[in-house]
């Protein structure tokens, strides 16, 4: 009823500016006074109420069905814009009365203005004070997943309005409902920045919706791929091996680049990238680059295309100046190292070995890194050069003189020199002079004295050691030293004082196999054998037990010494046999004895001797 009465005042106001601006109207009262009062009704006025014919009021309420709408709540319908305001929207859904909505339901659509058609939600037909209220935001929730429902059905594509960054992708406005961008579905290439798509309108399929928790995936990679994959058909029914096409670098990998072609990835192995040598295709090309590369090989369905870019560029060697030859010296720069020597880059994409045995003059095989390290800038000789394998071997210690060629003068025979021990082996050791002269001390060479089974009993790598050189041979570029040699020999000394016969007191050391050991000084240990341990009473000598020996052998050379106990005491009982036969003999003459007696007596001296009783 308070919606009735508003339209009667707004009626009678539009009725009196009428009257204020028409010319003065005589009513009938005023006209036909008499009429008036006769006719009118006293009852009605008395009441306060006008009494209406009941034709009017079936008229008034055809009216009312035929122009204004049956509401329900929870109810859309589509109303007209026909004020706004500085809050709000009046909106007409031709009912009794407009409803406001505030214009924040409104803030997706800045250009909204009066005439604009707009979907509402009957909240309420009537609030306490007779208000219809309404929701614009309601109705396009409700609306919107009627439209995504379909949407996804149909395989429509669909507008949205990407709100905001989140966690893995993108929040996207689609007919007023939040929906989820995964980043993965934004382009068929991998995203960098995200932010550039914020505050942007794009295109979108629904992908995936979940009714239960109200989620919604949209993608637009979808539709890229739905166009790429026209153009990826059209491109591989293209592909010939040496064929040329321009590309956007995709991605960088330590191993290669990928490159798409128009919806068709090729990879560039890091070793197609350049004829140079290089650690990282990020040297050569960048992200979202576009180059031109050719085709090297596919295989049978095309789905793995190899590409090439260095091959668009004629090769380094054939650009090798010509005049370049054995012998000359180049500068180059060191760009990888191994065991067996280094590689060094004269030129673009034209590399040379220099093995570990051109890097120095020494015979002692060491690391190349003990030479050069990567990025050195050092000069080198030409070794040896095929172009037609593309191959040069490069050497370092050309640069510097050869030791040898004047080694005799430097290293004649019998001159004494000091060395440091470089390596040992099981018959010497190798001891190097200077830088490329090595030579060897054989294991019999290093001392005068000791039995050395072993050079690393004797010493050790490192070590400096005086030596004398004993041969030299220059074709054969060796050496060969004395340790020993640098002292006296002591063995010339012991020579002569331990001649044969010689006697000499000393204890037994240690009773071995066949015998027993003595040791006359800290470099002579003498053998004696069994037989000879013989003491005068017969029995035989012991350990730590000290006696007489006799030097019965000497060998200088091989340092052997034997001496014997049981020599002392019979050479002692031969000396006293000698003199009885020279007595005997003597008085023999004088007494003039027979042949018989003499020959008697001699065969007893000569029992005697030989120990017979």
Same mark, same amino acid.
Not at 168 to 176: K, L
Not at 413 to 416: I, L, M, T
């Given at each position: 009823?308070?919606?009735?009465?508003?339209?009667?005042?707004?009626?009678?106001?539009?009725?009196?500016?009428?009257?204020?601006?028409?010319?003065?109207?005589?009513?009938?009262?005023?006209?036909?006074?008499?009429?008036?009062?006769?006719?009118?009704?006293?009852?009605?006025?008395?009441?306060?109420?006008?009494?209406?014919?009941?034709?009017?009021?079936?008229?008034?309420?055809?009216?009312?069905?035929?122009?204004?709408?049956?509401?329900?709540?929870?109810?859309?319908?589509?109303?007209?814009?026909?004020?706004?305001?500085?809050?709000?929207?009046?909106?007409?859904?031709?009912?009794?009365?407009?409803?406001?909505?505030?214009?924040?339901?409104?803030?997706?659509?800045?250009?909204?203005?009066?005439?604009?058609?707009?979907?509402?939600?009957?909240?309420?037909?009537?609030?306490?004070?007779?208000?219809?209220?309404?929701?614009?935001?309601?109705?396009?929730?409700?609306?919107?997943?009627?439209?995504?429902?379909?949407?996804?059905?149909?395989?429509?594509? $669909?507008?949205?309005?990407?709100?905001?960054?989140?966690? &893995?992708?993108?929040? $996207?406005?689609?007919?007023?409902?939040?929906?989820?961008?995964?980043?993965?579905?934004?382009?068929? =290439?991998?995203?960098?920045?995200?932010?550039?798509?914020?505050?942007?309108?794009?295109?979108?399929?629904?992908?995936?919706?979940?009714?239960?928790?109200?989620?919604?995936?949209?993608?637009?990679?979808?539709?890229?791929?739905?166009?790429?994959?026209?153009?990826?058909?059209?491109?591989?029914?293209?592909?010939? =091996?040496?064929? $040329?096409?321009? &590309?956007?670098?995709?991605?960088?990998?330590?191993?290669? $680049?990928?490159?798409?072609?128009?919806?068709?990835?090729?990879?560039?192995?890091?070793?197609?990238?350049?004829?140079?040598?290089?650690?990282?295709?990020?040297?050569?090309?960048?992200?979202?680059?576009?180059?031109?590369?050719?085709?090297?090989?596919?295989?049978?369905?095309?789905?793995?295309?190899?590409? &090439?870019?260095?091959?668009?560029?004629?090769?380094?060697?054939?650009?090798?100046?010509?005049?370049?030859?054995?012998?000359?010296?180049?500068?180059?720069?060191?760009?990888?190292?191994?065991?067996?020597?280094?590689?060094?880059?004269?030129?673009?994409?034209?590399?040379?070995?220099?093995?570990?045995?051109?890097?120095?003059?020494?015979?002692?095989?060491?690391?190349?890194?003990?030479?050069?390290?990567?990025?050195?800038?050092?000069?080198?000789?030409?070794l040896t050069l095929d172009r037609?394998?593309?191959?040069?071997?490069? &050497?370092? =210690?050309?640069?510097?003189?050869? /030791?040898?060629?004047?080694?005799t003068s430097k290293y004649p025979?019998?001159?004494?020199h000091t060395g440091i021990v470089?390596?040992?082996?099981?018959?010497?050791?190798?001891?190097?002079?200077?830088?490329?002269?090595?030579?060897?001390?054989?294991?019999?060479?290093?001392?005068?004295?000791?039995?050395?089974?072993? /050079?690393?009993?004797?010493?050790?790598?490192?070590?400096?050691?005086?030596?004398?050189?004993?041969?030299?041979?220059?074709?054969?570029?060796?050496?060969?030293?004395?340790?020993?040699?640098?002292?006296?020999?002591?063995?010339?000394?012991?020579?002569?004082?331990?001649?044969?016969?010689?006697?000499?007191?000393?204890?037994?050391?240690?009773?071995?196999?066949?015998?027993?050991?003595?040791?006359?000084?800290?470099?002579?240990?003498?053998?004696?054998?069994?037989?000879?341990?013989?003491?005068?009473?017969?029995?035989?000598?012991?350990?730590?037990?000290?006696?007489?020996?006799?030097?019965?052998?000497?060998?200088?050379?091989?340092?052997?010494?034997?001496?014997?106990?049981?020599?002392?005491?019979?050479?002692?009982?031969?000396?006293?046999?000698?003199?009885?036969?020279?007595?005997?003999?003597?008085?023999?003459?004088?007494?003039? /004895?027979?042949?018989?007696?003499?020959?008697?007596?001699?065969?007893?001296?000569?029992?005697?001797?030989?120990?017979?009783?």
């Open positions: 009823m308070a919606e009735n009465k508003t339209k009667e005042a707004e009626v009678a106001v539009e009725a009196t500016e009428a009257k204020a601006t028409q010319a003065p109207v005589v009513s009938e009262a005023q006209a036909n006074p008499e009429k008036f009062l006769k006719e009118f009704d006293w009852h009605n006025y008395e009441e306060g109420i006008e009494q209406v014919e009941d034709t009017k009021l079936e008229e008034f309420e055809k009216l009312v069905s035929e122009n204004f709408v049956d509401t329900l709540d929870d109810q859309v319908v589509e109303g007209t814009v026909i004020a706004i305001t500085d809050r709000d929207a009046i909106i007409d859904i031709n009912a009794k009365s407009e409803g406001v909505i505030s214009l924040n339901e409104f803030r997706y659509n800045p250009d909204l203005k009066v005439g604009d058609k707009v979907e509402v939600l009957i909240d309420v037909r009537e609030d306490a004070t007779g208000q219809l209220v309404l929701s614009h935001r309601k109705a396009r929730v409700i609306k919107a997943w009627d439209r995504v429902n379909n949407a996804h059905d149909t395989g429509e594509i $669909v507008n949205g309005f990407v709100k905001c960054r989140t966690k &893995g992708g993108m929040i $996207v406005d689609v007919f007023g409902i939040e929906a989820f961008l995964p980043g993965s579905q934004i382009d068929v =290439k991998p995203i960098r920045d995200y932010d550039q798509y914020v505050n942007k309108t794009m295109e979108f399929k629904v992908v995936k919706i979940n009714h239960e928790f109200k989620n919604i995936v949209v993608s637009h990679k979808a539709l890229i791929e739905a166009d790429i994959e026209e153009q990826k058909k059209e491109i591989i029914g293209q592909l010939e =091996k040496g064929q $040329v096409l321009e &590309g956007v670098v995709k991605n960088i990998t330590s191993y290669g $680049v990928f490159i798409d072609l128009g919806g068709v990835d090729g990879l560039v192995h890091i070793t197609d990238l350049s004829w140079s040598r290089i650690n990282h295709p990020n040297e050569i090309v960048e992200l979202d680059q576009k180059l031109n590369v050719v085709i090297l090989d596919f295989d049978e369905d095309k789905s793995r295309i190899q590409l &090439g870019l260095k091959q668009l560029s004629k090769h380094p060697w054939e650009a090798l100046a010509e005049d370049v030859k054995v012998g000359d010296k180049v500068k180059g720069k060191v760009v990888v190292i191994a065991d067996y020597g280094a590689f060094i880059e004269v030129a673009d994409g034209v590399e040379g070995l220099v093995h570990v045995s051109e890097m120095s003059w020494s015979t002692h095989l060491r690391s190349a890194q003990d030479f050069v390290s990567v990025g050195d800038e050092i000069d080198a000789v030409i037609e394998d593309r191959k040069m071997s490069l &050497g370092i =210690k050309q640069l510097t003189p050869d /030791p040898w060629t004047d080694i025979v019998g001159s004494k470089r390596n040992f082996t099981n018959f010497g050791v190798f001891v190097e002079l200077e830088e490329g002269i090595d030579g060897l001390i054989y294991i019999s060479d290093l001392s005068w004295t000791k039995k050395v089974k072993h /050079p690393s009993e004797f010493c050790n790598v490192g070590d400096k050691l005086d030596v004398v050189v004993l041969e030299l041979d220059v074709e054969g570029r060796k050496l060969s030293l004395g340790h020993k040699q640098t002292t006296e020999n002591p063995w010339d000394k012991y020579e002569t004082e331990f001649a044969l016969e010689s006697v000499h007191k000393a204890a037994i050391s240690e009773i071995v196999d066949k015998g027993a050991t003595i040791e006359f000084n800290e470099d002579i240990v003498a053998f004696v054998p069994q037989r000879h341990l013989e003491k005068e009473d017969g029995s035989k000598l012991k350990k730590g037990e000290e006696a007489e020996f006799k030097i019965i052998e000497f060998n200088k050379e091989f340092k052997r010494v034997v001496a014997s106990h049981t020599a002392v005491f019979r050479e002692e009982e031969a000396k006293i046999v000698k003199q009885a036969v020279r007595k005997a003999e003597a008085q023999a003459a004088e007494a003039k /004895p027979t042949l018989g007696d003499a020959n008697d007596a001699l065969q007893a001296l000569k029992d005697k001797m030989d120990g017979k009783k």
